[in-house]
């Protein structure tokens, strides 16, 4: 596939990152030189010097013969402008990236697609949408839904009391004998793995597990976590990912809200009707200590600067709170801020990164998943009649060795995937795979 990525900041390099491990020819394209010059330090990837919105350097970048056209620069108009033209140029899908919800709302959103873009991707929404699903299930770290929630990844960290700890996999499976969840990775030491049955849990272990509705309860219990039932959440920071996520929260919860700019706390009291809005300093202990933190269910900080975040969860795990959640958006924090036992992390262009990654697959992919804090993937693929996944049971088919079926979900129904799982058309397949998988697997869903 030949893509060309407009923007070569954290996203569009990440984009790159991920897309030079494929067999794909890729071109970024951006005025800022010393951006590109990084780019062509770490990947054998080509660049162009110029401006996505020019008419000429969409042809020297062969605009024509592109099957991706994706517009990810810091500036929504550019990426707008870009995508019109280079639709208008020749290139068969085009993505923009957005900074405005309104342009998302259906009637809007129609406008863009009668002018050629293909999909907008909005990268608060995705984010906010990320918060929303963690208190969803506060005995995890992070979790996914795929195929309308009838199959989840689970991200849960093992405690020293969860009952698996010094257990194989097989050991495991068997506590549950409803087999209706199953460990398809572990983070260790900053290491994946792609777990097989004599493979043994440890304390710290990051385990990463599919299960449908009915597993939850168990994966919770076996791992230690407690459930949480969220009543009140404090959030730190009036941002687009704060005012989404408590805009989502706010009919069922109560929620406070603290920004720092006085002026903005009056802008806001209008879109958020039922959030209590305080004007003051999110690293203050003191005033967070006088409105209610130890009170407080689940806490947010969602400020535009990431080393704020983690120093005001950090004091929010001091008063007691049980779940904390920080915006991360300096790549390079994710891991300390994990290692300071912050609950979860989001970075708001990684999951915007690995949005828009699902549009390069050969293979019908319906969702994808980058997993911060882990270099796999965990990807919803849609089988066809003649996919090689349908040729035999998953035994048979010698699915690769450094990537696994999850779950599979078949009509209204979803079951846990094991090695006599035969794979049938139209069947939604969630699969976890590390970065040298990728390129396999998606020979088995063409």
């Given at each position: 596939?030949?893509?060309?990525?407009?923007?070569?900041?954290?996203?569009?390099?990440?984009?790159?990152?991920?897309?030079?491990?494929?067999?794909?020819?890729?071109?970024?394209?951006?005025?800022?030189?010393?951006?590109?010059?990084?780019?062509?330090?770490?990947?054998?990837?080509?660049?162009?010097?110029?401006?996505?919105?020019?008419?000429?350097?969409?042809?020297?970048?062969?605009?024509?013969?592109?099957?991706?056209?994706?517009?990810?620069?810091?500036?929504?108009?550019?990426?707008?402008?870009?995508?019109?033209?280079?639709?208008?140029?020749?290139?068969?899908?085009?993505?923009?990236?957005?900074?405005?919800?309104?342009?998302?709302?259906?009637?809007?959103?129609?406008?863009?697609?009668?002018?050629?873009?293909?999909?907008?991707?909005?990268?608060?929404?995705?984010?906010?949408?990320?918060?929303?699903?963690?208190?969803?299930?506060?005995?995890?770290?992070?979790?996914?839904?795929?195929?309308?929630?009838?199959?989840?990844?689970?991200?849960?960290?093992?405690?020293?009391?969860?009952?698996?700890?010094?257990?194989?996999?097989?050991?495991?499976?068997?506590?549950?004998?409803?087999?209706?969840?199953?460990?398809?990775?572990?983070?260790?030491?900053?290491?994946?793995?792609?777990?097989?049955?004599?493979?043994?849990?440890?304390?710290?272990?990051?385990?990463?597990?599919?299960?449908?509705?009915?597993?939850?309860?168990?994966?919770?219990?076996?791992?230690?976590?407690?459930?949480?039932?969220?009543?009140?959440?404090?959030?730190?920071?009036?941002?687009?990912?704060?005012?989404?996520?408590?805009k989502d929260l706010e009919k069922n919860i109560t929620i406070k809200l603290i920004e720092i700019n006085k002026n903005k706390c009056y802008e806001i009291a209008d879109f958020l009707t039922n959030t209590m809005i305080i004007n003051g300093d999110g690293r203050d202990s003191e005033l967070l200590e006088e409105e209610g933190i130890k009170k407080m269910d689940a806490f947010i900080a969602a400020t535009g600067n990431s080393e704020t975040n983690i120093f005001s969860c950090l004091i929010a795990k001091k008063f007691g709170v049980k779940k904390t959640i920080a915006e991360v958006e300096n790549i390079d924090y994710i891991d300390t801020a994990e290692s300071m036992g912050i609950d979860a992390i989001i970075n708001k262009k990684l999951i915007a990164a690995s949005h828009i990654f699902r549009f390069t697959m050969d293979a019908e992919v319906s969702s994808l998943v980058c997993l911060i804090g882990s270099n796999a993937e965990v990807l919803e693929f849609v089988a066809h009649s003649d996919s090689k996944i349908t040729k035999g049971t998953l035994k048979e088919i010698k699915f690769p060795k450094d990537a696994i079926v999850g779950g599979v979900v078949r009509g209204k129904s979803a079951f846990i995937a094991i090695g006599d799982t035969r794979v049938k058309p139209n069947d939604k397949v969630v699969v976890f795979a590390l970065p040298s998988a990728i390129h396999k697997i998606g020979d088995y869903f063409n």
């Amino acid at each position: 596939m030949r893509i060309i990525i407009a923007g070569a900041g954290e996203v569009g390099t990440h984009l790159a990152k991920m897309l030079s491990k494929e067999n794909h020819d890729i071109v970024v394209i951006d005025s800022d030189e010393e951006k590109l010059r990084v780019i062509d330090s770490h990947f054998d990837i080509l660049t162009i010097h110029g401006s996505a919105t020019s008419i000429s350097t969409l042809k020297d970048a062969r605009i024509k013969k592109t099957d991706l056209f994706i517009s990810v620069t810091t500036n929504e108009e550019v990426n707008i402008i870009a995508a019109i033209l280079g639709k208008r140029l020749g290139a068969k899908k085009t993505i923009a990236r957005i900074d405005s919800y309104e342009y998302l709302i259906p009637a809007n959103k129609t406008h863009f697609i009668e002018l050629g873009i293909d999909s907008l991707i909005y990268p608060q929404k995705l984010a906010s949408r990320e918060i929303v699903s963690l208190l969803n299930q506060t005995g995890t770290t992070e979790i996914f839904d795929f195929a309308d929630g009838r199959l989840s990844l689970f991200v849960i960290k093992l405690e020293k009391n969860a009952p698996i700890i010094n257990k194989t996999l097989m050991e495991a499976a068997q506590m549950d004998e409803e087999r209706a969840y199953r460990a398809v990775a572990i983070t260790r030491d900053n290491q994946t793995i792609i777990p097989r049955g004599q493979d043994i849990f440890k304390e710290h272990d990051i385990v990463y597990v599919i299960t449908d509705k009915s597993g939850i309860k168990n994966i919770v219990k076996f791992s230690g976590q407690h459930s949480l039932d969220i009543n009140n959440i404090m959030i730190i920071g009036a941002s687009r990912i704060g005012l989404r996520t408590a805009k989502d929260l706010e009919k069922n919860i109560t929620i406070k809200l603290i920004e720092i700019n006085k002026n903005k706390c009056y802008e806001i009291a209008d879109f958020l009707t039922n959030t209590m809005i305080i004007n003051g300093d999110g690293r203050d202990s003191e005033l967070l200590e006088e409105e209610g933190i130890k009170k407080m269910d689940a806490f947010i900080a969602a400020t535009g600067n990431s080393e704020t975040n983690i120093f005001s969860c950090l004091i929010a795990k001091k008063f007691g709170v049980k779940k904390t959640i920080a915006e991360v958006e300096n790549i390079d924090y994710i891991d300390t801020a994990e290692s300071m036992g912050i609950d979860a992390i989001i970075n708001k262009k990684l999951i915007a990164a690995s949005h828009i990654f699902r549009f390069t697959m050969d293979a019908e992919v319906s969702s994808l998943v980058c997993l911060i804090g882990s270099n796999a993937e965990v990807l919803e693929f849609v089988a066809h009649s003649d996919s090689k996944i349908t040729k035999g049971t998953l035994k048979e088919i010698k699915f690769p060795k450094d990537a696994i079926v999850g779950g599979v979900v078949r009509g209204k129904s979803a079951f846990i995937a094991i090695g006599d799982t035969r794979v049938k058309p139209n069947d939604k397949v969630v699969v976890f795979a590390l970065p040298s998988a990728i390129h396999k697997i998606g020979d088995y869903f063409n």
